[in-house]
């Protein structure tokens, strides 16, 4: 491959991954107008458009779609194979893009990058926070950190912990109202509810006792929402009570903003998971970082406070 179009195609890869010349051409040391230049020699040699722009917005077409899929992966194991010759065979190098939603996070994931970078110095971690599942490949994600993602042809998960749901509620909600004293007695109770991102649908609180019996419970809805970090605030504030992943009621219990309802009752296990592409040589940088997190999740108690152990 000529220098010239090498120089083209990670200027289209750059603005295809950033959606914008602009922040293209900060991650690439040139100017805007340099990446427009080079992206437009690109689709003048391949004859095809490969964006959409606008004054506003810049968006992959079909083709560059295809393009960006079919060439990010390759461009990037390259990288990644002359970021370890540089550092010396096998050691963890170059930027480690990273999908995770925002509490989980701010709140788990963050906390451990001092210590990840003091000891793979020469991995970059660029972290994207979002609540919603992404496409690794197409978009160009080492790995991702969450719940619940599928798992799409290519993707491999391995398990950080599982997160246990529980009934939670503002002390001075339940100094105002009896705290009930069964499943039953939600009914008379004011309840902050979640709706799927996914369906849509409010999601039911099926609930389960330490002895094995379960019960679909029912409250009174005051107000629906689709993040659960938003929820846990929400019951933090007075609202009614709310079933909480562990991993957003953790900070407001150990606080003393929220306090646990009905504790011998939850909503289950949900496990919380990193998941990568799943390639026969997975770049040391991606590995490390795996391997980093898990280690940290079991040995620091992290895994069995999540799941209410």
């Known amino acids: 491959m000529d220098t010239e179009l090498t120089s083209y ?25 340099a990446v427009s230049k080079s992206v437009a020699r690109l689709e003048t040699r391949l004859g095809v458009r490969l964006f959409q722009r606008s004054t506003r ?10 393009l960006y899929a079919q060439v990010g992966l390759p461009r990037r194991d390259i990288g990644d194979a002359l970021a370890a010759l540089r550092q010396g065979a096998g050691e963890p190098a170059g930027t480690l893009k990273v999908s995770l939603a925002h509490a989980v996070g701010r709140d788990y994931v963050v906390p451990l990058l001092a210590p990840f970078v003091r000891r793979y110095p020469a991995v970059v971690p660029d972290l994207h926070f979002d609540n919603r599942q992404v496409d690794l490949v197409a978009e160009g994600f080492d790995v991702a950190i969450g719940g619940g993602i599928a798992l799409t042809e290519g993707v491999v998960a391995r398990e950080l912990a599982r997160v246990r749901l529980v009934l939670a509620a503002a002390p001075s909600y339940l100094e105002a109202n009896p705290p009930p004293e069964g499943p039953g007695d939600l009914a008379r109770h004011q309840a902050v509810v979640r ?115």
């Open 195 to 309: 709706r799927s991102l996914d369906s849509g649908r409010l999601l039911p609180w099926q609930l389960y006792h330490r002895d094995g019996v379960q019960v679909l419970a029912t409250a009174r809805a005051v107000a629906a929402m689709n993040d659960p970090e938003a929820m846990a605030h929400a019951a933090a504030r007075g609202m009614g009570i709310a079933l909480l992943p562990l991993a957003h009621a953790l900070p407001l219990l150990d606080s003393g903003a929220l306090v646990r309802v009905l504790p011998e009752w939850d909503g289950g296990l949900r496990t919380l998971s990193v998941y990568y592409t799943s390639r026969k040589l997975l770049p040391a940088k991606v590995r490390v970082f795996i391997d980093f997190l898990v280690d940290h999740f079991r040995d620091g108690g992290l895994a069995a406070r999540l799941a209410g152990s």
């Open 9 to 33: 195609l990670d200027a289209f890869l750059a603005a295809g991954e950033e959606r914008s010349f602009s922040a293209a051409a900060r991650r690439l040391g040139l100017t805007p107008a």
């Open 57 to 66: 917005s810049l968006a992959l077409t079909t083709d560059g779609e295809r």
